[in-house]
Each structure stands twice: as C-alpha cells, then as structure tokens.
C-alpha cells in the first residue's frame, strides 16, 4: 500500500510563513500529500495581512488557527521544514529537514508580505512537483 507523503512547516507563531507553505502545498497537491503546520509559540491568530496576501491568491485561511508544535507532530512527518523556529524543533533520524530563510510577515502589511508570499509559493511548487511526481 502506497502511503502519502506528509510536510510539517513550523515557523515561531505559526501565523503567517507557516501557514501561507501550508496553504500552498494543500492548493497545489491536493490530497496527494498530508500537510501539517505548527508554532513553536503559536500566536492567538493568523496575522491579517497575511489573509489578505492569501486572499489575493483565491486561498482562504481565514478559518486556519495556529497550533503548537509537538513531538509527534513532527515524528509523523517526512518532511519537516522550519522557517525561523531554530534549535526549538525536535530533530529524529530518517526525517528530512530543510531550514527556509524568510523574512518574517509579523507586524507587517500586506505590502511587506506579498515578497514573501510569493518566495514561499515558488519553493511550494518546487516542492510540491518532487513530492507528487
């Protein structure tokens, strides 16, 4: 039986980087891959602008809620790719990690996060083709 590949993206409040990969991978692949995201200190919502960023794509996260980052979130994943949480993410053996450098959106407008949205996008795609192909 052929099983799924799962993706955790974990930034800091899970309310904007995390969130944004996360909406992009579900767009593009669908139910082909499980697709988590998660805070190593999770904010008490998503960051607005980032909606709005999200919105403008026709992707609604508005009902999104950031979650925290557990042990076992990331022990289920395949690939766990951080953006900013640093040494705070669990590391286990046979998992692949990658560290995504971006700008964080937090306290930022729509403006200041449409770069980094479409950063994200482009290395979602990327993704997103070597993990259903």
């Known amino acids: 039986m052929d099983t799924k590949p799962s993706v955790l993206f974990v930034c800091v409040h ?3 980087r995390s969130q944004m990969a996360a909406a992009y991978l579900t767009h593009l692949a669908g139910d082909k891959v499980e697709v988590r995201s998660a805070g190593s200190a999770p904010a008490d919502q998503i960051n607005p602008a980032v909606v709005e960023a999200m919105a403008e794509e026709g992707i609604d ?4 809620i950031p979650k925290v980052l557990t042990t076992d979130a990331v022990q289920a994943s395949d690939v766990v790719i951080t953006m900013g949480c640093g040494d705070t993410c669990p590391v286990f053996p046979g998992k692949r990690y990658e560290d995504w450098q971006l700008d964080d959106p937090a306290g930022q407008g729509v403006e200041a996060v449409r770069p980094i949205r ?3 996008r482009t290395r979602i795609q990327k993704l997103a083709a070597e993990l259903t192909t």
């Open 61 to 64: 996260i508005s009902a999104e």
């Open 14 to 16: 899970n309310a904007g």
């Open 118 to 120: 479409d950063e994200i």
